[in-house]
């Protein structure tokens, strides 16, 4: 699986969103996302309209942040970046 991919599966499931869920905040099918989190790949713009959907940052969702460690902490609390 690769970053992105497991770092979506991972903030979904720390906000407890099922894959239906989050696909219907995103405006796309369940499998799309399935195939995503699975490291199918995604464009820009699906990774940021689920980051969107996340309340996350793109930067946050790709882990290329510097406070990506800081704001897993926000995120396991429940809180917003």
Do not use: H, P
Not at 21 to 29: D, H, S, T, Y
Not at 43 to 65: G, N, P, Q, R, Y
Request: proline share 0%; net charge positive.
């Amino acid at each position: 699986m690769d970053m992105i991919a497991e770092t979506i599966k991972e903030i979904r499931e720390k906000r407890e969103l099922t894959q239906q869920e989050l696909a219907n905040k995103v405006g796309c099918k369940k499998l799309r996302i399935l195939e995503i989190e699975n490291g199918k790949g995604a464009s820009i713009k699906i990774i940021m309209k689920i980051a969107e959907a996340l309340e996350c940052s793109i930067m946050f969702v790709s882990k290329k942040s510097r406070y990506y460690k800081s704001m897993t902490k926000k995120i396991e609390s429940g809180k917003k970046d």
